[in-house]
């Protein structure tokens, strides 16, 4: 018998400076698929780690509340497999509504009889309370002040007459209780992790007792399958009224491994930065910033920008922290030993999903590749912080399964810096090498014949002024000796998170390189439609909102499609999942979700010449995306990826991060045409569209207007964005590509 599984700790003191204390420790089968605690709900503050399994999480945290809820398996009859429902949406309830959830679902006996018995806690600074249900029957609380153990078997420490069904003989919470109850920390969200957890870090990582003991709170075993199970993590947090510190661990039993989820910052007097997002992002302070090189900035900055503030005789505010994420989407989902067909998708998730070879054919391809049109000889340079440690190896894979050659020449370069050691319960580090792999996968499987050059970075989100300025550097190496022709970028920044526009002058160096050396730079026009980001990275815009560096018009801005299949022929239309209903299964919520083509207009640059033409449509401004190519999730990519032990495999991914990497090997394939760099093709794209040349297929259904419940609101908020239509429009640009035809026109080359 392995004994009870997982643990947590509830410390409920309400006098002392951090009143709610809890520690939680995630036993499981230590190959069962999860990603480290993050944003992974998109419109929703919640964060915590997600089961890749079952779509849920075991503990969720508000950190605007705050508030956090943890959910313990229970023991007894399991729910009818024809109606269950995933526990891990149970915390997730918990910590966005209250207490008050778990009165309503004791209340409800229909409701609780579609899941497995669970113990679900729900705690804040002012109080705590625990439902348990047994399968037949259950019991709602509220927790007294003091030291609080649950395990698997229930509420197992202090006792209490009030219920004495509660386990009297839990071997943990004997020898653990009242340890953790004599060494309660400070916990203090200004303290580094050591000296805020003190003793309870060492109770944390097993306080010596051997894995196999009954009393071990961090365990492992080895099942009679030879499935091995036990602890996979350990999370802290603290819950003040005007504070919390949120830090993570996914190696038990290592004290000297631990993350901050939530960098400490009190409440009080900041705003509150999520240092391990679901789209992990790098936290890039420009400081000193002069002036803005480059020609077309600033000609009609709104009144609410840092430099209408400063022209109108008020002070600019100090330099903000910036986010840059990565647009990718990574579904929700047990990763499998083979990709899936369309057909299979949609009957297990009623998505469309698509291998590399289907896209070959929607952007017709085989006919480019016929005539010996393969990216040889070109280079694509793909630009990711930190990278994936198994890179190379799932490419291999990646091209075994297709059938598809190794690329010439695969290079990892970091003139940036060392790159840190991987970590897997370092979120950053895993959602960049997530990045990474969707980015070199389907920009060799689009462009089979150029070489890929990964440009890795070495700094955290957390490192302030040397974030962003790290991928300048690593851009302008590359650029500066020569070593591509095409840059994919599959990151972003709203461009209201900048002080104003002076801020982006340092950071703009590398695309004013580029054009002096003929280098095409690329970015995704986000996933967030008409909206994107505040700096918290847990809050949307209200408004419409563009994102640098596709904004930039140095830079070509790629906005994403949904390709639908009917034969063997191929549709695009905009890419809009905002109120697809299948994705409430995917992110345990049945909200809307603001998944679309990033698109809009941008505050910090005028229009630039080349987009004269499409006026009426941009007004005054820059207008992105400028093209377009898949990105949708119903319609996701599926990649190969093993950089998380015990989840080797293949999964399904979305976002304007696929279609950027797509239309780089596009570029790749336009520039071995034309026997030379490209450069900046954003006037060619434009005069191409004053054509009708044939390559370009426009867009014209959909639209990118999404909706979301944000703060205390009981109504979605919704940010109104663009239609697509005949012509320009700011949901797909020109529209997106035949590359039969599209690859010569680029090239200025008859086909």
């Known amino acids: 018998m392995m004994g009870s599984m997982c643990t947590v700790v509830l410390s409920l003191e309400p006098g002392e400076r951090v009143p ?20 992974h709900w998109p419109g929703s503050p919640l964060i915590g780690g997600l089961d890749e399994q079952a779509g849920g999480t075991w503990l969720a945290v508000h950190p605007g509340v705050p508030r956090v809820a943890a959910l313990l398996n229970g023991r007894g009859p399991e729910a009818d497999p024809a109606g269950r429902r995933s526990r891990g949406e149970l915390p997730l309830r918990a910590a966005a509504a209250g207490a008050g959830v778990l009165k309503e679902l004791a209340d409800d006996r229909r409701a609780l009889a579609a899941y497995d ?33 649950l395990t698997n078997a229930g509420h197992a420490y202090p006792p209490d007459p009030a219920h004495p069904d509660d386990p009297a003989d839990e071997p943990k919470a004997g ?33 010596g007792l051997d894995r196999a003991d009954p009393r071990a709170i961090i365990a492992r075993r080895t099942l009679p399958d030879g499935r091995l199970w036990g602890s996979t993590s350990v999370t802290l947090v603290g819950l003040a009224a005007d504070g919390l510190r949120y830090d993570f661990q996914a190696s038990p039993g290592d004290a ?35 002036a803005l090189t480059g020609a077309v900035l600033l000609a009609a900055v709104p009144s609410s920008s840092g430099a209408a503030r400063a022209a109108a005789g008020r002070p600019t505010p100090a330099p903000v922290t910036v986010a840059v994420k990565p647009g990718v989407i990574r579904l ?56 994936s440690p198994t890179i190379k190896a799932d490419l291999a894979t990646f091209d075994q399964q297709f059938g598809y050659p190794a690329p010439p020449t695969f290079t990892i370069i970091a003139p940036a810096g060392k790159i840190p050691a991987f970590s897997p319960g370092n979120a950053s580090m895993v959602d960049w090498a997530g990045e990474t792999t969707l980015d070199v996968e389907y920009a060799h499987a689009l462009a089979p014949g150029a070489s890929i050059l990964l440009v890795e970075t070495p700094v955290s989100e957390t490192e302030g002024t040397t974030g962003f300025p790290a991928i300048v550097t690593a851009e302008k190496y590359v650029i500066n000796h020569g070593l591509a022709a095409v840059i994919s970028q599959s990151f972003g920044a709203t461009e209201e998170t900048f002080a104003s526009a002076k801020q982006l002058a340092p950071l703009r160096a590398a695309y004013l390189d580029a054009r002096s050396h003929h280098v095409t730079v690329l970015a995704g026009s986000g996933d967030a439609g008409a909206t994107d980001f505040k700096s918290d990275q847990s ?12 904004s930039d018009p140095l830079v070509t801005a790629v906005g994403g499609t949904q390709l639908k299949q009917s034969g063997n022929s191929y549709k695009s239309v905009a890419w809009n999942d905002t109120d697809n209903a299948t994705f ?23 229009r630039p010449a080349w987009q004269k033409a499409v006026k009426s449509v941009t007004q005054g401004r820059r207008g992105v995306p400028d093209i377009s190519m898949n990105a949708a999730c119903d319609g996701a990519v599926s990649v190969y990826s093993s950089y998380q032990a015990g989840a080797a495999g293949w999964s399904l991914t979305c976002g304007t991060s696929e279609a950027t990497p797509e239309f780089a090997a596009i570029v790749a394939l336009a520039d071995q045409v034309a026997g030379r760099r490209l450069g900046l093709i954003n006037p060619t794209l434009y005069a191409l569209l004053a054509e009708h040349a044939p390559g370009l297929v426009d867009v014209t259904a959909g639209n990118n207007t999404v909706s979301f419940y944000q703060g205390t609101s009981a109504k979605p908020h919704k940010v109104t964005g663009f239609a697509a239509r005949k012509g320009y429009d700011l949901v797909t640009g020109v529209g997106t590509i035949n590359a039969a035809s ?3 026109e680029l090239a200025g080359v008859k086909g």
Do not use: N
Request: aromatic letters at 12%; a neutral charge.
């Open 539 to 550: 809050d949307y815009y209200t408004r419409r909102v563009t994102s640098w560096p596709a």
């Open 256 to 290: 000297g491994a631990w993350h901050p989820v939530i960098a400490p910052l009190s409440r009080a007097c900041a705003t509150m930065v999520l240092a391990m997002p679901k789209a992990s992002k790098i936290a890039a302070l420009a400081a000193g910033v002069t």
């Open 20 to 39: 709610l204390l809890l520690l939680g420790v995630r036993d499981e089968l230590t190959g069962r698929p999860w990603r480290p605690p993050a944003r």
């Open 742 to 744: 599209f690859v010569y």
């Open 117 to 149: 018995p669970f113990h679900l806690a729900v705690a804040g600074p002012d109080g705590a309370a625990l439902l348990s249900w047994d399968g037949a029957v259950a019991v709602a609380r509220e927790l007294a002040p003091g030291t609080h153990l």
């Open 332 to 387: 929700a989902g047990a990763v499998t030993q083979a990709p899936p067909a369309t057909a299979q998708c949609e009957q297990a998730d009623g998505i469309a999903c698509y291998q590399p070879g289907q896209l070959r054919t929607a952007y017709h391809l085989p006919a480019v590749y016929a005539k010996g049109i393969t990216g040889k000889g070109e280079t694509i340079a793909i630009v990711d912080p930190f990278g």
């Open 175 to 207: 020898y653990f209780a009242s340890r953790f109850a004599a060494s309660r920390p400070a916990a203090d969200p200004a303290l580094p992790v050591g000296p805020a957890w003190g003793d309870w870090l060492a109770l944390a990582a097993g306080d």
């Open 584 to 606: 409430f299964q995917f992110w345990g919520s049945p909200d809307p979700t603001p998944f679309a083509s990033g698109g809009g207009r941008s505050e910090f640059f005028a």
